[in-house]
Every structure is written in C-alpha cells, then in structure tokens.
C-alpha cells in the first residue's frame, strides 16, 4: 500500500504560481512513476505531467514550458511547479504513483485560476 498526500492548491490569478506537493509513504520501494493528473468540471482526468525513478518526464502539450514536475528521492515527494497559469488550468489536481501492484491516488487539491 502506497499512501499519497498532496499539498498547495489554491487560488490564484491569470500569469501566476503554485507549487503543488505530493508526500508518498509506505511501501514506496514499489514506485516506479510518479505524476499529476487533473480533473476539471466536466471533463474527463487527464495527465499533466509524470517523472519516472530514472528522471525521466513527460508534459500534457497544454503544460509544457510552463509547468515542471520534479521528484524529492530522500524525502519521498514530488513537486508540480506551475507558472504562468490560465484560467484553464483550473480543476482538481490528483497525485498517482504507479507501482508494481497497481496505481495509487491521492484525495486531490484544488487550484483555481481566477482574477
């Protein structure tokens, strides 16, 4: 079992900043793949962004330049680094750790993308 806590959503304005965080613990030798995912009124889930054990990332194309994912080895977590955000990037932010006993999710935060 994989426990996923995520941290840092909000509100925030057009051309701002959030950093999203993911805190990962218990049977996290497992994990090969972390990312975040989200869900916007409406709409299905999507991926925003993964990273994998080895470093390696993939962006959503409407993210890419704008968000970073990033992963914290020693202390089990992972960051969403979001910038330059649009009112389109509003909706439900989900933590998912990929393991070699199936996907985990975290509760969500919200961002939301406002003036």
């Known amino acids: 079992q994989v426990q996923l806590v995520e941290s840092g959503g909000g509100l925030v304005q057009p051309g701002g900043s959030l950093r999203l965080s993911c805190a990962a613990s218990g049977s996290i030798f497992n994990i090969y793949v972390m990312g975040w995912y989200r869900q916007a009124p409406g709409k299905q889930r999507e991926l925003v962004a993964r990273?994998?054990?080895?470093?390696?990332?993939n962006y959503a194309d409407s993210v890419q330049g704008r968000f970073t994912i990033s992963r914290d080895a020693a202390k089990n977590t992972a960051h969403l680094q979001m910038n330059s955000l649009k009112p389109e990037d509003t909706a439900v932010y989900y933590c998912n750790a990929k393991t070699t006993h199936g996907d985990y999710w975290g509760q969500g935060t919200r961002v939301t993308v406002s003036s």
């Open positions: 990273i994998t054990i080895g470093g390696s990332t």
